[in-house]
């Protein structure tokens, strides 16, 4: 008989998220607070602009404000810190997003670092990642959170389960592994020096791909029964999982688009949103 696995919606899952948020939005406009996301872009990397146009569609969508910032590609660490620093004192901007990845010579750390915790929306301060680990973070990294999300919303459960991330950035797999932690799963995290993968990952209730490599993931890798949490965006619309042949084994599987990548969207509005109120009742 053919495996049918549930299959997660994440446009649906956004859809529910902006739906609560829209009236979140209407109470601080009535209140003279229009929640702002400002979004900076160094360079012209054509996939980097894609994904700040889609986000800053996204607020306008739900009245969200959205202040774009495009620096030429030639900008340096301290100019792009001094950007980011002007953000953090303008009173009307409430999250503030730098678009991963900057050209090779500005020091990605420093400038993630200028962000002030109170507008990391996109979850990616030192501080804002020890505030994860430790269970508090205001505004967690916007992918794992996504991830989670969708799990919560069709009640998979963490607990107990062995959940394998195969990635370690310092905005996925990371803090995904730690969340996954902080919801009592067991987790096993993979990297690109991590040996018999394959075997690892066939331990997995839980499969979470964040690796960036299009097909990444084998079919028969997949435990018969797991859950797949496929992160992985590649050109061409592509997950890290081989789809097809994961969807054979799994008990419910991300697509790829329309899975993690809309909840990711959402998460960010909301961590906007959720920046915004706090200014609100001050
Ligand atoms: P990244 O910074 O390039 O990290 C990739 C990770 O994969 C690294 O930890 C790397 O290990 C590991 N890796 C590479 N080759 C491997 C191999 N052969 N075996 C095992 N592990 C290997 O990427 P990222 O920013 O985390 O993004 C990962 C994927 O998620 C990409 O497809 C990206 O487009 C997607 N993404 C999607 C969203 C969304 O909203 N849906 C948001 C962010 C990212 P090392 O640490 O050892 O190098």
Redesign the pocket.
């Known amino acids: 008989m053919k495996n049918e696995p549930l299959i997660l919606d994440g446009n649906q899952v956004a859809s529910n998220i902006k739906e609560v948020l829209k009236d979140r939005v209407n109470q601080l406009l009535e209140k003279g607070v229009t929640p702002c996301l400002a979004t900076i872009l160094v360079g012209d990397d054509p996939a980097s602009e894609t994904y700040v146009r889609m986000k800053g569609n996204a607020c306008k969508r739900l009245g969200i404000d959205s202040k774009r910032v495009v620096l030429e590609a030639s900008t340096s660490t301290e100019e792009l810190i001094n950007v980011i620093q002007d953000l953090n004192n303008d009173p009307s901007v409430h999250g503030i997003l730098l678009q991963?990845p900057v050209p090779h010579h500005i020091d990605e750390r420093a400038a993630f670092e200028a962000i002030s915790i109170e507008k990391d929306v996109d979850g990616v301060t030192m501080l804002g990642f020890a505030q994860n680990a430790f269970d508090q973070a205001a505004f967690p990294s916007?992918?794992p959170a996504?991830i989670l999300a969708i799990m919560d919303e069709y009640k998979l459960p963490m607990e107990g389960k062995h959940a394998v991330v195969?990635?370690?950035?310092p905005?996925?797999?990371k803090p995904v592994s730690l969340m996954l932690l902080n919801r009592n799963a067991t987790v096993t995290i993979?990297?690109?020096?991590?040996q018999n993968?394959d075997q690892l990952v066939s331990q997995g209730d839980i499969v979470v791909?964040?690796?960036?490599?299009p097909n990444?993931i084998q079919g028969d890798w997949i435990k018969p029964g797991a859950v797949i949490m496929d992160?992985?965006?590649?050109e061409g619309n592509i997950?890290?999982c081989d789809y097809e042949a994961c969807y054979e084994r799994a008990s419910a599987i991300t697509p790829v688009p329309g899975?993690?990548?809309p909840v990711?969207?959402a998460t960010l509005l909301k961590h906007t949103v959720d920046a915004a109120e706090k200014i609100a009742v001050k």
């Open positions: 991963h916007c992918t996504a195969v990635g370690r950035s905005i996925l797999g993979c990297h690109s020096r991590t993968l791909a964040a690796v960036g490599k990444f992160a992985g965006y590649n997950g890290d899975g993690v990548g990711t969207i």
